[in-house]
């Protein structure tokens, strides 16, 4: 009796055994969340993906595209590992107690600026008295718009302030709008190739907010530190690599584009091309890619809060941490 | 009272508990579940009662309530008026009704998700887009009803009126129409609450007032609790269309009240 | 000899070029204040032929004349009831009435003359407390005698009749009968009365006119001789027994059998 019951064991604790070998040595499977659809300016992690940086680290990462508001609950619920979202989400999330990690920086400098067609004489902010500027009301370039009018001196009444969603690009040459708030990097490049005279107010000229960057759940941090160590480094590696060979990484990013036609590609080269350079800013030089300076976010958190735009402030260390760059 | 009156009276006007019962069900069930939930994925309806006070008191809801109600009736009415005569003259000609099905099919397939950004660019952020969107949010359904209601007319009938020397007229305004109104309000009550979602679609592709703005900037500030606000506030908006459309119809029809 | 009020004369209807025809050879005349039923078998073309009198088919073959003139739809002075009664629904039992007179003099007549001549018919009828009633309130007997009403509303000389008791009770299907008589008694309408029931046709008219199927045709017809002022006894006397009799004969030839 006990030596038939020992014949049926030993094969179970086998294939017991070979499975859970195989299932150690399978990479770990995670989700990151990008902005509304595939883009360029998602690079680091496309080139990432393609070079088997995620892949060295043990990490299987799936992607995943939606509202950068949507995301950010859903990763701070844990719903979802990783995402991507604006420095001035993250504060204003905070703000309201939702409990979200900034971990790496993608724009070291704040992407948004304020477009307008040469003819209307914008150049400036104070130009903006009495006209209409269409943007999305809400996050990031709700952020730049009113630290750019706060910095300058323009009251807000003295605009009049359009929610256009993300038909920026329509409204301008349709010229619905005087002026339009667009990422600096993104659509200025399509306009200028679309053939329109454009003068451009960006926001890194008027103060430094935190922009876009990688994020998470606290409870992802406590839970699974290394899988956060290993998205980070892979991170970085990323962009490392991105902008040290241009021309490789625009044609992995071509591979998460495939409805683009030649007109477009050409486009988004100069797109990418462009982010590139917001990549990268003094303190990145010193530091290394994905650092923020704490003192930045102070800046972000101060200037949200004078402008109404969020009604607490938390300390800087609860939602930013760096312990994870290399 | 005892126990068995007070029984007996529930039960005899079951009808009357029946809403505030459900109402107290739901609001219990959502207690519930927002106890499982952090405040900034569900709220209580605590939480949603505290916001909505806040936001009232600062005066901005009526405002926003009042431009989507605007939107929505104004675009029904839209809807009634070019989807009615349309759908008459579908159903007593076939041959129209052969040449032009194949496009109304087609557009209606469209979702208006799809349409609305680009009719927000063609006709300004302004309320024109969203009543524009929302008539033809509610065109459709109008129409089908009113090419069935017109089409259902009974042959009987009509005999009947000819053999009485009734003329195109008289056949028209004494048999076509009160005969088709049933079918032709089920359309309308259709239409009404479509126009409400065609507002908010509308809003959603560019606006800087209404609920569905509201919901929207709410939604950037990860202030679920005003999302809730601005999503009751349009339950409301919708369920009395509904029965604005329903007393009209009591009026009209009162061959169909009940005793 | 005064003219016909309704002149059928040699009808054939074919719904369908190349198909058997509905209707055959048809010829029969009607006088002014008589009752005449049409009997036959279901399916015979009796209704069809109803609705070429009213003018709302027309005849492939032949011609039909009321009051000498060829048959079109609207012929004032001609009242119809349906089999279902027909009352529209959305309108109360007086504005179902007063629907022909709307029709035909609408314009003319104000709204109180209307009603007060629709209340007429209704008294005629003996359908009292329901003229602000919709038809579903009512029940089949009344919604008949309502029927009745409207088609003797507009100044009715002629009435048509398709199978209006069919779908009622026996009881109520007397009650109608008698009233029907009593109206006609007063009016002095010329009524033709479309009929499956031998005992009914019989029972209200002065003639019988019997009809075969396939093709629909008249087999012949029987004259009812036994004086007016009827009543329901009538049905038990050997005169009538005799004459429902002849009209059964006729139908039996007509399918050709014999159960002599």
């Known amino acids: ?326 | ?259 | 000899m005064a003219e016909p009020v309704i002149a059928v004369e040699n009808v054939t209807l074919s719904f369908q070029p190349e198909t058997p025809p509905e209707l055959e050879g048809v010829s029969f005349q009607i006088d002014e204040g008589e009752i005449v039923s049409l009997v036959g078998p279901s399916g015979c073309g009796k209704s069809t032929l109803l609705r070429l009198i009213c003018g709302v088919l027309a005849p492939t073959e032949g011609v039909i004349k009321v009051c000498g003139k060829k048959a079109v739809p609207g012929w004032s002075g001609l009242g119809f009831v349906p089999q279902d009664s027909l009352l529209f629904p959305w309108r109360t039992v007086l504005a179902n009435v007063r629907l022909p007179l709307e029709i035909k003099a609408g314009g003319e007549l104000g709204e109180e003359e209307l009603n007060r001549q629709a209340r007429k018919a209704l008294q005629l009828v003996n359908l009292n407390g329901v003229e602000d009633k919709y038809p579903r309130q009512l029940s089949g007997g009344m919604k008949q005698r309502a029927a009745l009403a409207r088609g003797l509303a507009a100044d009715t000389r002629i009435l048509l009749l398709d199978e209006p008791f069919a779908a009622l009770d026996a009881i109520t299907r007397t009650q109608l009968h008698l009233e029907l008589l009593s109206v006609q008694s007063r009016t002095r309408n010329t009524v033709l009365l479309v009929t499956h029931d031998i005992f009914e046709a019989v029972f209200l008219s002065h003639r019988v006119v019997v009809m075969g199927e396939n093709p629909g045709r008249i087999l012949g017809e029987v004259t009812v001789d036994l004086g007016f002022s009827r009543n329901s006894k009538m049905m038990g006397t050997p005169e009538f027994s005799r004459l429902v009799g002849e009209v059964q004969d006729m139908l039996e030839r007509g399918w050709g059998r014999d159960y002599g």
């Open chain 1, 1 to 326: 009796m006990k030596k038939n019951f020992l014949w049926i064991l030993l094969p179970v604790v086998i294939v017991g055994a070979v499975v859970f070998l195989i299932d150690r040595s399978r990479p770990q499977k995670t989700t990151l969340a990008m902005t509304f659809v595939p883009n360029v300016q998602f690079a680091p992690w496309y080139v990432a993906e393609e070079k088997g940086f995620f892949r060295e680290e043990g990490v299987e990462v799936e992607f995943d595209y939606r509202m950068d508001i949507d995301a950010l609950p859903l990763v701070a619920a844990g719903k979802m590992d990783f995402a991507l979202a604006g420095g001035d989400l993250v504060l204003t999330a905070r703000s309201q107690g939702i409990p979200v990690v900034y971990l790496m920086c993608l724009y070291a400098k704040f992407p948004p600026a304020v477009v307008a067609l040469a003819e209307t004489g914008i150049h400036k902010p104070e130009d903006l008295i009495s006209r209409k500027i269409g943007l999305p009301l809400y996050g990031t370039s709700l952020l730049a718009m009113k630290a750019i009018l706060h910095s300058s001196g323009v009251a807000e009444t003295d605009v009049e302030l359009v929610d256009i969603g993300y038909g920026q690009i329509a409204a301008l040459t349709e010229r619905l709008v005087d002026a339009v708030v667009v990422f600096a990097n993104n659509e200025t490049v399509q306009l200028k190739n679309m053939g329109y005279d454009i003068n451009i107010i960006p926001s890194w000229d008027y103060f430094s907010l935190v922009g876009h960057g990688l994020i998470t759940g606290e409870k992802m941090i406590d839970d699974a530190p290394d899988l956060v160590g290993s998205m980070v480094r892979a991170g970085v590696r990323g962009m490392d690599y991105a902008l040290e060979h241009p021309d490789e990484a625009f044609a992995i990013c071509l591979k998460h584009l495939p409805e683009l036609g030649e007109e477009q590609k050409k486009i988004e080269k100069e797109v990418l091309m462009a982010s590139m350079e917001i990549w990268e800013s003094g303190y990145t030089r010193q530091k290394g890619l994905g650092y923020s300076h704490p003192d930045a976010w102070r800046e972000s958190q101060e200037l949200m809060y004078s402008a109404g735009l969020i009604q607490d402030k938390t300390s800087v260390d609860e939602f930013l941490d760096l312990s994870f760059l290399p």
């Open chain 2, 1 to 259: 009272m005892d126990k068995k009156r007070i029984l007996q009276i529930i039960r005899r006007n079951y009808e009357y508990f029946s809403l505030p019962l459900g109402l107290l069900l739901f609001l219990l069930i959502w207690k519930t579940a927002a106890g499982f939930y952090a405040s900034f994925i569900l709220p209580s309806p605590v939480e949603v009662g505290t916001r909505f006070q806040e936001f009232q008191r600062q005066g901005l809801l009526f405002r926003h309530f009042f431009v989507t109600f605007l939107e929505a009736f104004a675009g029904f009415c839209l809807a009634g008026v070019t989807a009615l005569p349309l759908s008459y003259l579908l159903a007593r000609n076939t041959f129209l009704e052969k040449i032009f099905t194949p496009y109304i099919v087609g557009l209606q397939a469209v979702p208006i998700v799809a349409l609305a950004p680009l009719l927000v660019i063609w006709f300004g952020f302004g309320i024109t887009s969203k009543v524009l969107i929302a008539a033809l949010t509610a065109f459709f359904p109008i129409l089908t009803n009113g090419v069935v209601g017109f089409r259902g007319t009974d042959r009987r009938f009509r005999e009947m009126m000819a053999i009485m020397g009734a003329g195109r007229k008289t056949v028209f305004f004494k048999l076509e129409i009160p005969s088709a109104l049933p079918v032709l309000f089920g359309g309308l009550k259709m239409g009404m609450t479509l126009s409400v979602i065609g507002a908010v679609v509308g809003e959603f592709a560019g606006a800087g007032r209404g609920l569905g703005y509201l919901v929207n900037t709410a939604r950037g500030s990860f202030d679920t609790p005003l999302i809730f606000v601005a999503l009751l506030a349009l339950a409301v908006l919708g369920i009395s269309f509904y029965l604005f459309v329903s007393l009209v119809e009591y009026l009209t029809m009162p061959w169909k009240r009940r005793g």
